[in-house]
């Protein structure tokens, strides 16, 4: 089992940033990836940024340009999504999930809890 903590949520303005975290913890060998998804209210959860074991990242069009993820430099059991240039529409529940590889069952993929994002106008 992986837990996920995540952190840094909060209320900004349009055009400020935050940095959110989520810190891995239990079995955390073999996982091969990390990422951030969000879902606002009466929305699905959408992708918003993934990086894997070897530091390949991906990106929502959406937030191109403006968020970055990137490991801890020291653990790679902690990601970081840096966001900067915040809109209204980036207003959600963030939220970070881990993908571990099982040599039985294949890739299962954790959740953290979630953290809150509110962008005011």
């Known amino acids: 089992q992986v837990q996920l903590v995540e952190s840094g949520g909060g209320l900004v303005q349009a055009g400020g940033s935050l940095r959110l975290s989520c810190v891995a913890s239990g079995s955390i060998f073999s996982i091969n990836a990390m990422g951030w998804y969000r879902q606002a209210p009466g929305k699905q959860r959408e992708l918003v940024a993934t990086i894997s074991s070897g530091g390949s990242t991906n990106y929502a069009d959406s937030v191109k340009g403006r968020f970055t993820i990137a490991f801890r430099d020291d653990a790679k059991n902690t990601v970081y999504l840096q966001m900067n240039s915040l809109k209204p529409e980036d207003t959600a529940v963030y939220y970070c999930?881990?993908?571990?590889?099982?040599?039985?069952?294949?890739?299962?993929?954790?959740w953290g809890q979630g953290t809150q994002v509110t962008v005011s106008s």
């Open positions: 999930n881990a993908d571990k590889a099982y040599r039985s069952t294949g890739t299962i993929r954790f």
